[in-house]
């Protein structure tokens, strides 16, 4: 039960930590996956796919196919929209930080 309820609230901050960097260069599904473990997120690719769609679909993110090593490879960058969402959540989490931090 814990477990479902923190994977809840952890997918808005995987959300974040994906437009954080996808505003400062593309990113592509791996080099995310690997970011993310280094966090300490453990999610599978199988997880991390749906976001990224998902999140293009709303208009957060814009997917560019790029040709590497004669393989496809789809590179995600913020959208105008993404920025003003990262901005607006960056704000959020600041003001909760500040409230829960002692």
């Not at 808005?12 to 993310?36: D, N, R, S, V």
Request: aromatic share 10%.
């Amino acid at each position: 039960m814990e477990d479902k309820i923190l994977r809840k609230l952890f997918l808005g901050f995987i959300q974040i930590h994906i437009l954080h960097h996808a505003k400062q260069h593309p990113i592509f599904g791996l080099w995310m996956l690997e970011e993310l473990k280094e966090h300490g997120y453990n999610i599978s690719a199988g997880t991390l796919y749906p976001i990224l769609h998902n999140m293009e679909k709303d208009g957060l993110l814009f997917k560019e196919d790029r040709n590497v090593e004669g393989k496809i490879r789809k590179y995600y960058s913020t959208t105008e929209k993404g920025e003003a969402v990262l901005v607006e959540a960056r704000n959020k989490a600041y003001e909760l930080f500040k409230e829960i931090k002692d």
